[in-house]
């Protein structure tokens, strides 16, 4: 399957933006599809899953804040990001893989296939 992430932006704090992962050669029905974010200078870490049946989950850091949705029909994952803040600039990335459980989908490793990063940067 072939992934392409788009939707990132710059915003201010407390804005919103919605990222997509558009899906090719493969149903993301068929996979678990994480979102993860790389800051300048940092290691990459996790932000969200949604598994095959549609389970999701979050890092605590967007709990509450962040919406990860899959629209199956269109084969694309979202990413719903609400009151945005500074320390969530990052590049964004998707990744999919199949069957994978929360405990390994929170690892960037369990992913075997990446979409290239969109950018958000967040203004305080």
């Known amino acids: 399957v072939q992934l392409q992430a788009s939707g990132g932006g710059l915003v201010q704090a407390g804005d919103s933006l919605k990222l997509t992962c558009s899906a090719s050669?493969?149903?993301?029905?068929?996979?678990?599809v994480g979102w993860f974010r790389q800051a300048a200078g940092k290691e990459r870490e996790f932000v969200s899953l949604i598994r095959e049946r549609g389970t999701t989950y979050y890092a605590d850091s967007v709990k509450g804040r962040f919406i990860i949705s899959k629209d199956s029909a269109k084969n694309m994952i979202y990413l719903q990001m609400d009151t945005l803040k500074p320390e969530d600039t990052a590049e964004y990335y998707c990744?999919?893989?199949?069957?994978?459980?929360?405990?390994?989908?929170?690892?960037?490793?369990?992913?075997?296939?990446w979409g290239q990063g969109t950018l958000v940067t967040v203004s305080s």
């Open positions: 990744a999919a893989a199949i069957g994978l459980s929360y405990s390994m989908g929170k690892h960037s490793r369990s992913y075997n296939y």
């Open positions: 050669g493969g149903a993301v029905s068929n996979y678990t």
